[in-house]
């Protein structure tokens, strides 16, 4: 299993830029995708999630209306456009795949990640 991110780079506030995340070794169609990042010096925060078929979407609160995920199941790839970009959206960016469902703590196990791709918007 394995997942590929690209696509970081340093942009000024209010540009965009648009990550790639490759996948290989497993049936990319058949999970669940997420994009997560973490800030210099603070945790993990969840971005965004696509389902299966790429007909449903889910975003933070934080990116809504700026960031959008899709995917393309053929060439195994996800993707994340993100326009309007604010200095608090510099952070390493990584995909995730999601995999069962833990009802002792009720989430959602992220149970293959990427090395990550540095997202630095700064003027």
């Known amino acids: 299993v394995q997942l590929v991110e690209s696509g970081g780079g340093l942009v000024q506030p209010g540009g965009s830029l648009r990550l790639s995340c490759v996948a290989s070794?497993?049936?990319?169609?058949?999970?669940?995708i997420y994009w997560v990042r973490q800030a210099p010096g603070k945790g993990l925060e969840w971005v965004s999630a696509?389902?299966?078929?790429?007909?449903?979407?889910y975003y933070a609160d934080s990116v809504k209306g700026r960031f959008t995920i899709s995917r393309d199941n053929a060439k195994n790839t996800l993707y994340l456009q993100m326009n309007s970009l604010k200095p608090e959206d510099t952070a390493l960016y990584y995909c995730?795949?999601?995999?069962?469902?833990?009802?002792?703590?009720?989430?959602?196990?992220?149970?293959?990640w990427g090395q990550g791709t540095l997202v630095t918007v700064s003027s």
């Open positions: 070794g497993f049936t990319f169609s058949s999970y669940w």
């Open positions: 696509i389902r299966t078929g790429g007909d449903s979407t």
């Open positions: 995730a795949r999601r995999g069962i469902y833990s009802s002792d703590y009720g989430l959602w196990a992220l149970d293959a």
